[in-house]
């Protein structure tokens, strides 16, 4: 199985804030990167595929970037609704594998 | 607009199996690009792929529940199902199904998921 590292676990953060996430995979997956965010009592939202394509709807204030085995997600500019939970997920090859999160939180 | 709903008891006994379906509206289950998923998400934790179908049946399991897990399609109903058996208190979690984006398993389309406790 790929084992997908995120780091770090918790980030505190102010309103405007650039918050960067990283996530290292065991071994190389390409650019077969997904990141979702999570809220209390809600389904992930998918925000990244593919690790830099931004999903429809998505503000551009987030962004992917990376490839092989370290990614990161980056939100330019931190909004009031961006505190959440964000997870990586790599699908290159099954098991399908998610990263522990990260928890964004209010500084 | 594509939805996905889980449904299923929301307490099983432990040792007994858990059984879910996910009934699929505004969309086919039919169409081959798509291989349906289910995700859990214990308390508090992250999230764990459990396994995957194609509309012909064709699945992909996690290796960690393969031997209790069983996932099946009707596409008559539009939906499919998931069952795992001998279950305990560790299989306690919030049950998703989803839908990946085209042609790849980053899913886009989620349920609401349901929750389903074991204990006796």
């Known amino acids: 199985d790929i084992q997908m590292t995120q780091s770090p676990s918790t980030l505190s953060a102010s309103v405007g804030d650039r918050v960067t996430i990283t996530c290292r995979a065991s071994?190389?997956?390409?650019?077969?990167l997904a990141w979702y965010q999570q809220k209390p009592g809600k389904a992930p939202k998918l925000l990244i595929y593919?690790?830099?394509s931004l999903e429809s709807g998505v503000p551009s204030s987030f962004s992917g970037s990376g490839s092989g085995t370290e990614f990161t997600l980056t939100i330019s500019s931190l909004q009031p609704d961006d505190f959440a939970t964000y997870y990586c997920?790599?699908?290159?090859?099954?098991?399908?594998?998610f990263g522990g999160g990260t928890k964004v939180e209010i500084k | 607009q594509l939805q996905l709903q889980e449904s299923g008891p929301g307490l099983v006994k432990p040792s007994e199996t858990l059984s879910l379906t996910c009934t699929v509206s505004?969309?086919?289950?039919?169409?081959?690009?798509?291989?349906w998923g289910w995700i859990r998400q214990p308390p508090g934790k992250g999230l764990e792929w459990i396994g995957s179908i194609n509309y012909s049946g064709s699945t992909y399991y996690n290796p960690s529940l393969k031997s209790r897990v069983t996932i099946s399609v009707d596409t008559s109903k539009n939906q499919f199902s998931m069952r795992l058996s001998s279950v305990t208190a560790a299989d306690t979690a919030v049950y998703y199904c989803?839908?990946?984006?085209?042609?790849?398993?980053?899913?886009?389309?989620w349920g609401q998921g349901t929750l389903v406790t074991v204990s006796s």
């Open positions: 989803a839908r990946p984006y085209s042609g790849s398993y980053a899913y886009d389309y």
């Open positions: 071994q190389s997956i390409s650019s077969w």
């Open positions: 593919k690790t830099s």
């Open positions: 997920q790599q699908y290159h090859s099954h098991p399908l594998t």
């Open positions: 505004g969309g086919s289950i039919s169409s081959s690009t798509y291989y």
